[in-house]
């Protein structure tokens, strides 16, 4: 019966079902049947395959939300920050401080002032590779970005992170100009989300090479200075125009840290940092291989200091004389001065070099040099000893006594009412009212001319011969001459007791050597503005005739004695003609020599500012010194000529010009002229008062308790031949020891033939 059994065939899906419900399983499959009355099960759950792209898709999505976000967020900010700046249609490029540029005669720069240090500079003025170094080193994409470069700012997030490079910063060369113009240095977020916005409005404003030329001109560079033209004058003695390739990398070098990297301070490192930017300027194409060699094997070099030089001493004196001039100064202006560059140069290093060598040995600490051409320029003007020390400017600002300095103006009264340089005068003591004026050796030689007692500095004849014409007309004469200090009237001021200044003592002088027109001493000639403009050009002024022409030369007669004879014989001016006077005031506390030729007048001053005394410094010592040594070389090659001669005569001189002149009409045809008339004489002369008509004097004395009163009256001393006495110094009551006197010397008048006395030389 099971054989005859009929088996259907199984196809596709049962086979399937029986491999799948039993033929691989132990258990017993159910029935068709009891299969299809069981309700179906759920098919177990299958886990689904993770998809690459899904997870880029929400990295993408989320990253896209984020900076929708953070732009949002970054906008807000730069809403919030933004609304704390100045209006945009208010914002403007602040105002650069003015310069101003003071030049000498000769076009040299001189000194700066202002709060920049220097003057701005256009960028077309500056060689190429100059501008270039910056950009190489500082902000390589300045010509592609808007003001924030978001590549430069990953780039240093990404050097700094990894320490590669150093240390570096975002900011762009515009970023770091708006910092400079508008914001503080201070480093936070609020700071820098305004630098940016700054940057993106100048960006908008200026033009790339207008930026470029704002930002040269407005960063710092260390020691004052503001500006590259400021830096380059300050670094390297020259203008930014005249900038060597190395140079220029050492300026561009120092914005990294201008205090550390001055190449005056740290060459090192400042030559370290310059051989970064040319290689930096060779990478980006801005100079060729040749070039970067070059100036890595010749690198820059500071120059020597120039900011501590006495011509800071000028520059300070014009800018108090440009008040003045043009009142206030609201832009760069450039100042032509009378100074000659040459002369101060030689002033400073006369004074400084005598003081260095034997200032210690005479007890002298400062000084002051002023000299100044006839007219009333000033050539050189030295206000002390070392300018970075003391700024002070003794020249225009000291008040000092000049001592016998001031003799000058007391003759030339005396001249003026009647007297001649052969005028005779009694040196001998005099007691005014307790006051006894001595000579420095405390010797009197009896009868005396004006011109000896002038040359050997007789304080008893000068004495006299103030009381005599009265001290208010001395002091008149002295102001008129060009003195503008106070001067006291009384009988002292014949031995230079009023104080002076060196600029006015010295400009008082100068009618000497002009022939009688009183000048007004200038430092300015012409001021411009940097684009050109006249502001100010002096003209020609002066005070007009103070002394009459006879006694311009009889006061020249005289004071060339001064260094012939008498106390300033160590005064060498070969080949010219000079005159002058010593002076040294009570106990040897300043000492003076005002000398002049045709060409120069020339003062100097020594002496401590705490009106100390020296060690015995005197008129005609070292003042002598540094006036020999200054204008030795500064009349060097100028065309010689004489002082101003007048037509008097003294009276040796007549006796023996009026047969010469009756010669000379022989052989020139003029035999049978009448002889020409003798020149014009002064005025007869009154007598001198005497000192002892206390009534004529007594308004003059001066008090109890001046400086000048000596010790009582040592008694009369015999009276001796000038000839044998050895010049004394003029010093009223120095009580010092008087020198001893020198034997065996020729007298003073044959030491010089006729023809040297009647035409000067020797």
């Given at each position: 019966?099971?054989r005859g059994?009929?088996?259907?065939?199984?196809f596709?899906?049962?086979i399937?079902d029986?491999?799948?419900d039993g033929?691989l399983?132990?258990e017993k499959?159910?029935?068709?049947r009891?299969?299809?009355?069981?309700p179906e099960?759920p098919?177990?759950p299958?886990e689904?395959?993770?998809?690459?792209?899904?997870?880029?898709g929400a990295?993408f999505?989320?990253g896209f939300t984020?900076?929708?976000?953070?732009?949002?967020?970054?906008?807000a900010l730069?809403?919030?920050?933004?609304?704390?700046l100045?209006?945009?249609d208010?914002?403007?490029?602040?105002k650069r401080?003015p310069n101003i540029?003071i030049?000498?005669?000769?076009?040299?720069?001189?000194?700066?002032?202002?709060d920049?240090g220097?003057?701005?500079?256009?960028?077309s003025?500056?060689?190429?590779y100059?501008?270039k170094?910056?950009i190489a080193i500082?902000?390589?994409?300045f010509?592609f970005h808007?003001?924030?470069?978001p590549q430069?700012?990953a780039?240093?997030?990404?050097r700094?992170?990894?320490?590669?490079?150093?240390?570096?910063?975002g900011?762009?060369l515009?970023?770091?100009?708006a910092?400079?113009l508008?914001?503080?240095?201070?480093?936070?977020i609020?700071r820098k989300i305004q630098?940016?916005i700054l940057?993106?409005?100048?960006e908008?404003?200026y033009?790339?090479?207008?930026i470029?030329e704002?930002?040269?001109n407005?960063v710092y560079?260390g020691s004052?200075?503001?500006g590259?033209e400021?830096?380059?004058?300050?670094?390297?003695g020259?203008s930014?125009?005249?900038?060597?390739?190395?140079?220029s990398?050492?300026?561009?070098?120092?914005m990294?840290?201008p205090?550390?990297l001055?190449?005056?301070r740290n060459?090192?490192?400042?030559?370290?940092r310059?051989?970064?930017?040319?290689?930096a300027?060779?990478?980006?194409?801005?100079i060729?291989?040749a070039?970067?060699k070059?100036?890595?094997?010749?690198?820059?070099?500071?120059?020597?200091?120039?900011?501590?030089?006495s011509?800071?001493y000028?520059?300070?004196?014009?800018?108090?004389?440009?008040?003045?001039?043009?009142g206030?100064?609201?832009?760069?202006?450039?100042?032509t001065?009378?100074?000659?560059p040459?002369?101060?140069?030689?002033?400073e290093?006369?004074?400084?070099?005598?003081?260095?060598?034997?200032g210690a040995?005479?007890g002298v600490?400062q000084?002051?040099i002023?000299s100044?051409?006839?007219?009333?320029?000033i050539?050189?003007?030295?206000?002390?000893?070392?300018?970075s020390?003391?700024?002070?400017n003794r020249a225009?600002?000291a008040?000092r006594?000049?001592g016998?300095?001031f003799?000058?103006?007391v003759y030339l009264?005396g001249?003026?009412h009647?007297m001649?340089p052969?005028?005779?005068?009694?040196?001998a003591?005099?007691n005014?009212?307790?006051?006894?004026?001595e000579?420095?050796?405390?010797?009197?030689?009896?009868?005396?001319t004006l011109?000896?007692?002038?040359?050997?500095s007789?304080?008893?004849?000068?004495v006299r011969v103030g009381v005599e014409?009265?001290?208010k007309?001395?002091?008149?004469t002295a102001?008129r001459?060009g003195?503008q200090s106070d001067l006291?009237?009384n009988a002292?001021?014949a031995?230079?007791?009023?104080?002076?200044?060196p600029?006015?003592?010295?400009?008082?002088y100068?009618?000497l050597?002009?022939?009688?027109i009183?000048?007004?001493?200038?430092?300015?000639?012409?001021?411009?503005?940097?684009?050109?403009k006249?502001?100010y050009?002096r003209?020609g002024s002066a005070?007009?005739?103070?002394?009459?022409?006879?006694?311009?030369?009889m006061?020249?007669?005289?004071?060339?004695?001064t260094?012939?004879?008498?106390t300033?014989?160590k005064?060498s001016?070969p080949g010219?003609?000079?005159a002058?006077k010593t002076?040294?005031?009570?106990d040897?506390r300043?000492?003076?020599?005002?000398g002049y030729t045709?060409?120069l007048?020339?003062?100097?001053w020594l002496?401590?500012d705490?009106?100390?005394p020296?060690?015995k410094?005197?008129?005609g010592?070292?003042?002598?010194?540094?006036?020999?040594?200054?204008?030795t070389?500064?009349?060097?090659g100028?065309?010689?000529?004489?002082?101003?001669?007048?037509?008097?005569?003294s009276?040796?001189e007549?006796i023996v010009?009026?047969?010469?002149d009756?010669?000379?009409g022989?052989?020139?045809?003029?035999?049978?002229?009448?002889?020409p008339?003798?020149p014009?004489?002064?005025?007869?002369q009154?007598p001198?008062?005497p000192?002892q008509?206390r009534?004529?004097?007594?308004e003059t004395?001066p008090q109890e308790?001046?400086a000048?009163?000596?010790?009582p009256p040592?008694?009369?001393?015999?009276?001796?031949e000038i000839?044998d006495l050895?010049?004394p110094?003029?010093?009223p009551n120095?009580?010092?020891?008087?020198p001893?006197?020198p034997?065996g010397?020729?007298?003073?008048?044959q030491?010089?033939?006729?023809l040297?006395?009647?035409f000067?030389g020797?």
């Amino acid at each position: 019966m099971a054989r005859g059994k009929r088996q259907e065939p199984r196809f596709g899906d049962e086979i399937d079902d029986e491999i799948d419900d039993g033929a691989l399983r132990a258990e017993k499959r159910p029935s068709p049947r009891s299969r299809a009355a069981a309700p179906e099960e759920p098919p177990e759950p299958v886990e689904p395959k993770r998809r690459t792209g899904s997870m880029i898709g929400a990295l993408f999505y989320w990253g896209f939300t984020l900076s929708i976000w953070g732009v949002v967020g970054a906008g807000a900010l730069a809403v919030y920050y933004g609304s704390q700046l100045p209006p945009i249609d208010q914002l403007a490029v602040p105002k650069r401080p003015p310069n101003i540029a003071i030049m000498g005669a000769d076009g040299e720069l001189l000194a700066n002032r202002g709060d920049t240090g220097g003057a701005a500079i256009r960028i077309s003025d500056l060689p190429p590779y100059l501008p270039k170094a910056f950009i190489a080193i500082e902000d390589r994409r300045f010509y592609f970005h808007w003001g924030v470069d978001p590549q430069g700012i990953a780039r240093a997030l990404l050097r700094n992170v990894t320490g590669h490079g150093g240390m570096q910063g975002g900011s762009t060369l515009t970023q770091q100009l708006a910092k400079n113009l508008f914001l503080t240095q201070e480093r936070t977020i609020s700071r820098k989300i305004q630098e940016a916005i700054l940057a993106l409005w100048l960006e908008h404003k200026y033009s790339k090479d207008q930026i470029l030329e704002l930002y040269l001109n407005r960063v710092y560079f260390g020691s004052g200075a503001y500006g590259v033209e400021a830096a380059s004058e300050r670094y390297f003695g020259h203008s930014a125009k005249t900038a060597t390739l190395a140079e220029s990398a050492v300026l561009a070098g120092l914005m990294k840290a201008p205090s550390k990297l001055a190449p005056d301070r740290n060459p090192e490192g400042a030559s370290e940092r310059a051989a970064q930017v040319i290689t930096a300027m060779a990478q980006e194409g801005h100079i060729s291989e040749a070039m970067a060699k070059a100036a890595l094997a010749h690198p820059a070099h500071a120059a020597k200091e120039q900011g501590a030089g006495s011509a800071n001493y000028a520059a300070d004196y014009v800018m108090d004389m440009l008040d003045d001039t043009i009142g206030a100064i609201d832009q760069d202006i450039v100042v032509t001065t009378t100074i000659d560059p040459r002369l101060q140069a030689v002033a400073e290093g006369a004074l400084k070099e005598e003081l260095d060598k034997k200032g210690a040995k005479y007890g002298v600490s400062q000084g002051a040099i002023v000299s100044i051409d006839p007219n009333g320029a000033i050539r050189a003007l030295v206000g002390g000893r070392d300018y970075s020390e003391s700024q002070f400017n003794r020249a225009v600002s000291a008040r000092r006594q000049p001592g016998s300095a001031f003799k000058p103006f007391v003759y030339l009264a005396g001249l003026e009412h009647g007297m001649t340089p052969d005028s005779v005068r009694e040196d001998a003591p005099l007691n005014i009212k307790g006051w006894t004026p001595e000579n420095y050796s405390h010797e009197y030689f009896g009868p005396v001319t004006l011109t000896k007692a002038l040359a050997l500095s007789l304080n008893t004849v000068a004495v006299r011969v103030g009381v005599e014409v009265g001290p208010k007309a001395v002091v008149k004469t002295a102001h008129r001459l060009g003195i503008q200090s106070d001067l006291q009237p009384n009988a002292s001021i014949a031995l230079g007791t009023s104080e002076v200044t060196p600029l006015e003592l010295v400009a008082a002088y100068a009618p000497l050597a002009n022939g009688g027109i009183g000048v007004q001493p200038h430092i300015i000639t012409r001021v411009k503005t940097a684009s050109g403009k006249t502001l100010y050009q002096r003209k020609g002024s002066a005070f007009g005739r103070v002394i009459e022409p006879q006694y311009v030369a009889m006061m020249n007669t005289m004071m060339q004695e001064t260094l012939l004879t008498g106390t300033a014989r160590k005064a060498s001016l070969p080949g010219w003609q000079a005159a002058g006077k010593t002076g040294t005031s009570q106990d040897f506390r300043d000492a003076w020599f005002v000398g002049y030729t045709s060409r120069l007048v020339t003062g100097v001053w020594l002496g401590n500012d705490d009106n100390s005394p020296t060690k015995k410094a005197s008129g005609g010592n070292l003042p002598v010194e540094i006036w020999s040594r200054y204008m030795t070389i500064a009349l060097r090659g100028a065309p010689v000529a004489g002082l101003p001669s007048g037509s008097w005569r003294s009276e040796a001189e007549e006796i023996v010009a009026k047969p010469l002149d009756e010669l000379i009409g022989i052989f020139t045809g003029g035999e049978n002229q009448p002889a020409p008339a003798p020149p014009p004489k002064p005025q007869k002369q009154a007598p001198p008062r005497p000192i002892q008509d206390r009534a004529a004097v007594e308004e003059t004395w001066p008090q109890e308790d001046t400086a000048t009163i000596s010790p009582p009256p040592r008694g009369r001393a015999s009276p001796r031949e000038i000839e044998d006495l050895l010049p004394p110094e003029d010093i009223p009551n120095a009580g010092a020891v008087p020198p001893p006197n020198p034997r065996g010397r020729r007298p003073a008048a044959q030491e010089r033939n006729i023809l040297e006395q009647l035409f000067g030389g020797g």
